[in-house]
């Protein structure tokens, strides 16, 4: 059974940076692509970025774009999500989700992990 587990959120000052890590039980070669969503209290889970493995394209949200970097080390099985300039709207629960889909449907989701951006 394939698991995601996310880690390296925490509470961050506006500004600063945080690194977010999803270590894939199985191989991250073995899915099309993975994700990043995120949900703030009282909001539907947003898109923030994803990545294809067969290419490395990738694709971010205009709400991170610039600020944010989704990276992969499939040696690693781990997906990244750096995040600079931490803003407090990008406070939010994180999660990462993996796709066999070219369309990018997901079929596994990690458990979230929580960012805190204090103004």
């Known amino acids: 059974q394939v698991q995601l587990v996310e880690s390296g959120g925490g509470l961050v000052q506006a500004g600063g940076s945080l690194r977010l890590s999803c270590v894939v039980s199985?191989?991250?070669?073995?899915?099309?692509?993975m994700g990043w969503f995120r949900q703030a209290p009282g909001k539907e889970r947003e898109f923030v970025a994803r990545?294809?493995?067969?290419?490395?394209?990738?694709y971010y949200s205009d709400s991170v774009k610039g600020r944010f970097t989704i990276s992969g080390d499939n040696a690693k099985n781990t997906m990244y999500l750096q995040m600079n300039s931490l803003k407090p709207e990008d406070t939010a629960v994180y999660y990462c989700?993996?796709?066999?889909?070219?369309?990018?449907?997901?079929?596994?989701w990690g458990q979230g992990t929580q960012v805190t951006v204090s103004s």
């Open positions: 199985g191989r991250t070669s073995s899915f099309y692509g």
């Open positions: 989700a993996a796709t066999q889909k070219r369309n990018f449907v997901y079929d596994y």
């Open positions: 990545i294809n493995w067969s290419d490395v394209n990738t």
